[in-house]
């Protein structure tokens, strides 16, 4: 929402009232990075679920906004998540000036620090790290740990989808040390990539760094992870890493607790992956609880994720196991009617979860 404060335009968020910047972005998709900080309306559902779990966090921990851009997520923060003590960083002297300005014009009561912000987490000790750059979040992921509290929360957003779902094999193992596969499935397979990431990322802090709410939406994904010291359970914590196999032709997907077991067949090997759930359930519904007077749409995806989150990895999709079996795709109804335990995924609105393995439910969509 936009308005006027004077003669000053403004846009509206939340509880939120920030100045208006040249560069503000209205509209589906990431926006274009430049020297300008700017506002993004398609991230409004990313901020709303983040203060959601703002608002699930005890009182008095210390918040870190890592890259500040305007300011609106870390001043949402402090206006809306209860009695937090807020940071925000931004390097830029222009963009931490224009923080500053409005914070000020929400009476909000926040340290603004003009620092690079792989430095500052280097400095200072946080409970509560959220991580939301312009594409790869790998350069800040090492700071991020040696500032974050045992048993804080780490925040992570990645707009670099494309290399994590396959489409640039090559630069998701540069980045993320793993191989993409590109599928229907390759926006969960993508996520997992980045969860397993985040894990061993944590295990060489001797951390285990275990995803509690994650999701994928429109260009980005978005991971929350908790943080438990100790080499132990960081041992214990990557006995999740997983490997697939998968055969475009059947639709068919195996899962291996390691490279060499998933290789035995001459397979062609992805990963490693995240293989536990995607989040804690408990922690989910604690957010869940925490919805009030936020969007319908962050309320009701964070509602599909609880719903999700003990399903079995990956999910068929309709449109895939109707082409393989050469018919027209059936009603999602009869789908859903046929296949005893599936569960609709935030993923694809044509795809389920399910026990059944492909072949199984092929075998089920050539009766309906």
């Known amino acids: 929402m936009t308005g006027k ?191 397993g990431f985040v894990a061993r990322m944590g295990g060489m802090h001797d951390m285990a760094l275990t995803p509690v709410l994650s999701y994928y939406r429109d260009h980005y994904f978005r991971a929350f992870f908790r943080a438990k010291k100790g080499a132990g359970r960081a041992n214990r914590n990557l006995e999740s890493l997983k490997y697939f196999t998968f055969d475009e032709k059947s639709a068919e997907w195996n899962i291996y607790d390691s490279a060499e077991d998933a290789g035995r067949r001459g397979d062609k090997v992805y990963g490693p992956i995240w293989g536990g759930p995607p989040g804690d359930t408990a922690f989910i519904e604690s957010v869940l609880d925490r919805g009030e007077n936020m969007t319908e749409d962050s309320v009701e995806l964070v509602r599909m994720l609880s719903a999700e989150n003990d399903a079995p990895i990956f999910f068929h999709d309709v449109d895939v196991i109707s082409s393989v079996v050469h018919r027209s795709p059936p009603p999602r109804e009869a789908v859903f009617r046929a296949v005893p335990d599936a569960v609709r995924t935030h993923f694809s609105p044509l795809g389920f979860k399910t026990s059944l393995s492909a072949r199984e439910v092929i075998d089920l969509f050539r009766e309906l």
């Open 5 to 195: 404060a004077g003669d000053a335009v403004f846009i509206e968020e939340g509880d939120a009232r920030i100045f208006r910047t040249s560069t503000a972005h209205v509209g589906n998709g990431p926006g274009e990075k430049g020297k300008e900080a700017f506002y993004n309306s398609a991230m409004r559902l990313n901020r709303d679920i983040s203060v959601m779990v703002i608002r699930s966090l005890p009182d008095g921990i210390r918040v870190l906004d890592a890259m500040g851009a305007t300011g609106i997520r870390g001043i949402r923060y402090a206006l809306e998540g209860g009695r937090k003590e807020v940071h925000i960083s931004e390097i830029r002297e222009e963009a931490a000036a224009e923080i500053r300005s409005n914070a000020e014009l929400n009476g909000a009561d926040i340290t603004v620090h003009n620092r690079d912000a792989n430095t500052l987490m280097r400095e200072m000790k946080f409970d509560f790290i959220d991580i939301d750059p312009f594409g790869t979040p790998v350069p800040f992921i090492d700071s991020a740990l040696a500032g974050l509290k045992d048993r804080g929360i780490l925040a992570i957003t990645a707009t670099d989808t494309a290399p994590l779902c396959g489409t640039y094999p090559a630069v998701c193992r540069r980045r993320y040390l793993a191989e993409p596969v590109h599928s229907h499935f390759g926006h969960e397979s993508g996520l997992r990539i980045l969860l």
